[in-house]
């Protein structure tokens, strides 16, 4: 049976990158007034540190006891109400960030999709969720990355993998590739 001592962390002496693991969750659906596919993002709370009035994917940090799936499904909840959702991952994203003292950190994020037809949801501690049309998101203020994004995930259901790695501005760039596109 491994042990946790097995896994190197505690005894690391050469800095391994190190990443904090998130989630990121985009669920469609159809309209049923007019038709159209939405996509449900939520709008930051004018006090969020970061994203504030942006709108953005739902999801969060992955806690220490629970997988990535069950991460996701519980932010989903936290953020918008919905429970049983059929959560498919579609794609990893990287985010390199400055390192902190001598070990170099990120983030990695777990991009979740999918449809569903439960539209009834609410608003949680971080933010006002909402259906967003998918023809209308270059009127919304969204958080920058996603205005390419989410054309990628809703195109077909290939795997995306995503690095974002920072400028000498302090601004990331972004990069997208599909099996090795």
């Known amino acids: 049976m491994m042990k946790v001592t097995e896994q190197g962390l505690a005894t ?17 659906s159809i309209n049923p007034q007019d038709g159209g596919r939405e996509v449900l993002l939520i709008k930051g709370a004018p006090t969020k540190r970061l994203w504030a009035n942006r709108y953005n994917g739902v999801g969060g940090h992955v806690e220490w006891n629970e997988d990535i799936l069950q991460a996701a499904q519980r932010e989903l909840y936290e953020e918008s109400g919905l429970i049983g959702v ?4 579609r794609g990893v994203i990287n985010i390199a960030a400055q390192p902190e003292g001598n070990a170099p950190a990120g983030v990695i994020v777990f991009l979740f999709c999918a449809e569903t037809e439960a539209r009834a949801i609410r608003a949680g501690d ?6 967003v049309p998918l023809a ?15 054309p990628l995930l809703m195109a077909d259901e290939a795997p995306i993998y995503g690095h974002y790695q920072p400028a ?11 099996n090795g596109e």
């Open 86 to 89: 059929d959560l498919k991952l």
């Open 136 to 150: 209308d998101l270059q009127n919304y203020p969204l958080v920058d990355d996603l205005y390419t994004l989410i």
């Open 168 to 178: 000498m501005d302090g601004t990331l760039r972004y990069r997208f590739n599909r």
């Open 12 to 28: 690391d002496k050469k800095q391994r990158y190190r990443v904090v693991p998130r989630t990121l969750i985009f669920l469609t």
């Open 126 to 131: 971080e933010g006002e969720s909402a259906w």
